[in-house]
């Protein structure tokens, strides 16, 4: 199944700075989603974007998708405290079943 | 509507012994999905069940098991438990007709085997 690769693995940034997290998978997708995680809480959904789309924004949070090159990026401006938690995303394969499966995570945490 | 609800939160085991954890989707969603995650090996997908049939299955030994019943609710079983299976159990929920649908996740249940 297509599982996607999160990177860094951690990050650490004052509140007020941009946080970037990077997605990278293997074969061709249909989409691909980001959930956030709070500690030891369920996930949450952020945001899905389609393979014939570029870039997506939310609010403060914005995803690039390069199908090219296997990689999405999940950018989030003027950080604040309450966005530390753990980012995933979410590749669905193209012809593959409906369940995202998840990578390990990039661990953000915001210093107020 | 509700979200999707797990029980129990936590739960302590031990060795050799066997747990049920439960899981009710959010209303109108038809498909459950389990994941086991630990602090070495993320999240992991356990199975699918939709329409009160196994859909789609990950990785795991036969002592992990599941069934949803007909009003959608799921339970997942593990029998003989080894310390590995100390982990965060998250059930989602969803549609299951597009593939492009969220997925729902609940708190989950924390089990701890000693």
């Known amino acids: 199944s297509q599982q996607g690769e999160e990177d860094p693995q951690a990050l650490s940034i004052q509140e007020g700075e941009n946080a970037t997290m990077n997605c990278s998978y293997k074969?061709?997708?249909?989409?691909l989603q980001w959930y956030r995680q709070n500690s030891g809480r369920g996930l949450v959904h952020l945001i899905l974007?389609?393979?014939?789309?570029r870039e997506k924004h939310s609010g403060r949070l914005r995803v690039t998708l390069d199908t090219s090159k296997k990689s999405s990026s999940l950018l989030i401006t003027a950080s604040r405290a309450a966005d530390t938690a753990s980012y995933f995303c979410a590749p669905q394969a193209s012809g593959g079943s409906y369940i995202p499966t998840f990578g390990r995570g990039t661990s953000l945490i915001v210093h107020p | 509507k509700a979200g999707v609800t797990q029980t129990p939160r936590y739960l302590i085991k031990t060795r050799g012994q066997q747990v049920t954890l439960s899981c009710s989707p959010i209303s109108g969603h038809r498909s459950v999905s389990w994941y086991q995650q630990t602090p070495g090996q993320g999240l992991q997908f356990l199975f699918e069940y939709f329409s009160e049939t196994q859909r789609n299955k990950g990785n795991f030994p036969g002592r992990f098991s599941g069934r949803q019943f007909s009003n959608s609710r799921s339970e997942m079983n593990v029998s003989t438990l080894e310390l590995g299976d100390s982990a965060l159990y998250l059930c989602?929920?969803?549609?299951?007709?597009?593939?492009?649908?969220?997925?729902?996740f609940g708190p989950g249940t924390r089990l701890l085997v000693l």
């Open positions: 989602a929920s969803s549609l299951g007709q597009f593939k492009s649908e969220t997925q729902y």
């Open positions: 074969t061709s997708i249909n989409n």
């Open positions: 974007i389609r393979s014939n789309e």
